[in-house]
């Protein structure tokens, strides 16, 4: 088998992971939250950095996914939450596909009995998919 070939069973067995993962486009997640309507609670589960520079408003850091220190975060930012609460997460750190963090956190949240979880779509990344929009966001630390 070639590098290539091995490459793109990679990608595919990705995209089908991708094709899985319950999402919410960002327009449609952008029309929620300026609606009147309830607001899912929203957990940016990427890197520090990304979250202090911008996020969406009413986010909560919760740390990367990635990482069993970010998912501990997520574990106790969710705990109150009712389980049947609407939840999206989002990263953005990279393209949807090869998010390291995005799938540890939608399958924890599932694990703690939460029904109604998605992640927001970025193809490509949190500016391009969202702040190049002109979609809502805040810049500064991350909420406690």
Request: proline share 9%; charged share 15%; hydrophobic share 45%.
């Amino acid at each position: 088998m070639t590098i290539r070939t091995i490459g793109a069973v990679f990608s595919l067995l990705a995209l089908g992971l991708a094709a899985d993962l319950p999402t919410i486009e960002p327009k449609d997640a952008a029309a929620q939250l300026q609606g009147s309507s309830a607001k899912p609670a929203l957990f940016h589960v990427g890197f520090a950095v990304m979250y202090r520079g911008k996020h969406i408003p009413a986010s909560v850091y919760a740390g990367p996914g990635s990482k069993p220190e970010g998912l501990d975060a997520l574990r106790q930012a969710a705990a109150s939450l009712p389980r049947d609460r609407e939840i999206v997460v989002y990263c953005g750190c990279c393209p949807f596909d090869r998010c390291p963090n995005i799938r540890p956190a939608v399958a924890l949240l599932k694990q703690m009995g939460f029904q109604n979880v998605r992640a927001l779509n970025l193809p490509t990344n949190f500016g391009a998919d969202w702040i190049d929009h002109g979609y809502p966001v805040e810049a500064g630390p991350a909420a406690k």
